[in-house]
């Protein structure tokens, strides 16, 4: 930095020299401390993605990340949280829930799993690479079905996740009235009334981007209930 300083005196003098090295001593120090910050972020990812693995292996378990159950008869406020609960029940897979983490650490997709050394994304991926794993018998539930069948039960599950689920997302969080009762149900409990409206207003501008992207909330709330009774 010395050295720097004297070069930069010489050429632009002693004030400019000085703005020009403080500037930059500026700068490195906030790239330092930025990957400092990465590497110690990452570190802790790592400790705590290997105590998941800690505790799978120990109690023989697959670990369903996602956030808590919310007070409501349905198992769980995410369609595909409940769906994966719901396969794991009827299957008898040990599982246990967890929502320390309840987003994967880089899709940011809800529910991912940990089985052992294996960390995996996306309730239809999830539900897939059972069917590929000898431990769990090649667990497969369309095993019986014919080529037919299986063509109507993906148009079925295409119906509901691609097209039914905006719906749902619309009537969730992008309706002021129906907004306020979701808060209250889901988040509220396990984040407070002051957290759960602050986070309720962030995950309400990410879902109503999302929805005017797929087109939904480009038609009137008439034409997005009258897609969903179809």
Do not use: C
């Not at 294996?118 to 059972?130: A, G, K, M, Y």
């Amino acid at each position: 930095m010395a050295f720097l300083w004297r070069k930069t005196k010489e050429k632009y003098g002693n004030e400019k020299s000085t703005a020009i090295v403080a500037l930059l001593a500026i700068g490195m120090t906030t790239v330092s401390g930025f990957m400092l910050l990465k590497y110690y972020k990452k570190r802790a990812l790592q400790r705590q993605l290997e105590q998941f693995v800690k505790e799978s292996t120990a109690e023989n378990k697959v670990i369903v990340h996602a956030l808590p159950r919310w007070q409501f008869p349905s198992a769980h406020a995410s369609p595909f949280v409940a769906k994966l609960i719901a396969y794991l029940e009827y299957n008898k897979i040990a599982y246990r829930e967890e929502g320390t983490m309840s987003q994967h650490f880089e899709t940011n997709k809800m529910p991912w799993i940990t089985y052992k050394n294996v960390h995996l994304p996306d309730s239809n991926l999830i539900i897939e690479w059972f069917a590929t794993q000898r431990e769990f018998h090649h667990l497969n539930m369309d095993a019986h079905l014919s080529e037919q069948q299986l063509a109507i039960s993906t148009a079925f599950k295409s119906m509901f996740e691609d097209g039914f689920y905006p719906i749902v997302i619309y009537r969730r969080w992008a309706v002021d009235n129906n907004r306020e009762i979701y808060r209250k149900l889901f988040l509220a409990p396990f984040l407070g009334e002051v957290v759960s409206r602050i986070v309720m207003n962030l995950v309400s501008k990410k879902m109503k981007q999302m929805l005017w992207l797929n087109g939904t909330t480009r038609l009137t709330e008439e034409e997005i209930y009258g897609k969903g009774q179809q």
